[in-house]
């Protein structure tokens, strides 16, 4: 056991020569809110939670991969964006499942969203939806459906995660068609 101890020392060490390590008193970033929540879950035995923030991290890193190869570096918004669409892929699924009658998997999937959800910020309500639309028509100056896209766009950009775009499409078509 010993030995453990020793290579966590080696490890952690290294971490903080090469810079990865977290910083002390730096603001805790959705990475190391899923590490800790990760560690709560393995101290408890919560694997169903332990598997969904497992996928998570996972799906963050892809991502930072992706990245990284084209130059860049993830953001919050990445990060975000990678969330929702992960919420989506299980909403999807849980469709599926339920029409295939496979009730277990569709409440597998539904524990997944709920997990997933928890580190996605606050949905917008209706109302605050229809005030984010009318500010981003404003701020892109659209006047017809061809500007739907830059709408669309300037709500992606300050909204990933706070909304349902496929049904804000449908707002956005309203206002202005």
Known sequence: MAWIYALRLRVAGLADKLGTG??????????DNLMAEIKEAMKAKAAERLSALRLMLNGLKEREI?????????????ELAVLAKMV???QDSVKV???GARQDLADKESAEIRVIE???PKPLSASEIEAAIGAAVAEVGAT???DMGRVMAALKAKYTGQMDFGAVGALI???LG
């Open 66 to 78: 992706a990245l990284r190869g084209e130059g860049s570096e993830i953001t919050a918004a990445d």
């Open 88 to 90: 989506k892929q299980r």
């Open 173 to 175: 078509k309203a206002r």
């Open 144 to 146: 017809s459906i061809k």
């Open 118 to 120: 928890e580190f996605l």
């Open 97 to 99: 499942y339920l029409e």
């Open 22 to 31: 977290r910083k002390k008193g730096a603001e805790m970033t959705l990475r």
